[in-house]
């Protein structure tokens, strides 16, 4: 069972800088390791130098934790005395969401922002900063099982190294940071949806280390790589099978073996489009079913009234009614 804490420190009337950064550190340390937590200049966040804001939102799910985690200005350090203090070795995966940041672990330097990511080992010391307020979601993996289910080794990582979020990396991380997101609400599908979270991060970060084998035996991401494409294209009333397993670097039989948890290719597809119409018949205003049909992907109104009938038991229009 995934459990939440949630969290918002600000300096000010009743709180100096001193002590918000001391609870911070308190807070940073119980979500993820001990490690020390620093003022950086202040002034570039529209707060007074020296004055401190933060909040963090942290899950802890059966196999790994994700955080949606931002500060203004700070700096980070984790020494051997704090590596000595741990019982849990993690990789932190950090994916900047606003704002830059600067990681520094063994003799590598990353700065990075938005569309990047970094990978950090607990096991060794490191120190971060960033400047102005920011924000990323922060996922920890204990080390030892991530090792133990891909057969990769940390030398296989490059650690405090700006990795692009792009292709079936971008992907996975839109998935979990959207699990991050429904973690932090305390929502009860986050739970649901976090059983295929270690595998996709698995295959992920197999993938950054160069070991496209374990990524292509990921079934979870393979059927992510699937449902993201098809949610992304599914307006196209003539998109192909032929296409879609082209886009995600399988055949046409791999495809349609992976499909079968959707309940097949043709299921994804039509679920997919009848979901985008259910939000477009729930939006206010007369838009008309020809237009609604043909923004969800459906060729024509016809096939629309057909399959919404079989699937919903109802027709769009008494749909649209019950929903107003």
Known sequence: ?????????RSGTDTSPQLAFEKWEALVTAAFVPLSVTPADGGANGL????????IADTQFEQFGAAVIGATTQRIARTRRHIARSDQDYLLVSIQRTGRARMEQGGRRADWG????????TSRPFAGAHAAEAESVMLRIPLDRLLASTGLVPADLP????????????VVAEFLCGLAELGAEADPAAELLAGHGFELLAGALSLIAGDAGYARNSPALIHEVIAAYVRDHHADPAMTVEEVAHACGLSRRSLYRACEQFGGFGALV??????????LLREPGSRSLATIAGAAGFADERNFYRVFRQEMGMTPSEFRAQSA
Do not use: K
């Open 1 to 9: 069972m995934s459990h939440s804490v949630s969290a918002i420190v």
């Open 48 to 55: 007074p130098p020296g004055q401190f804001r933060a909040h």
């Open 114 to 121: 938005p569309g990047s990511l970094v990978l950090i080992d």
């Open 159 to 170: 650690m405090a190294t700006p990795i692009a979020v792009r292709g079936t990396l971008a």
């Open 270 to 279: 039509r679920r997919t489009r009848l979901e985008h119409a259910r939000n």
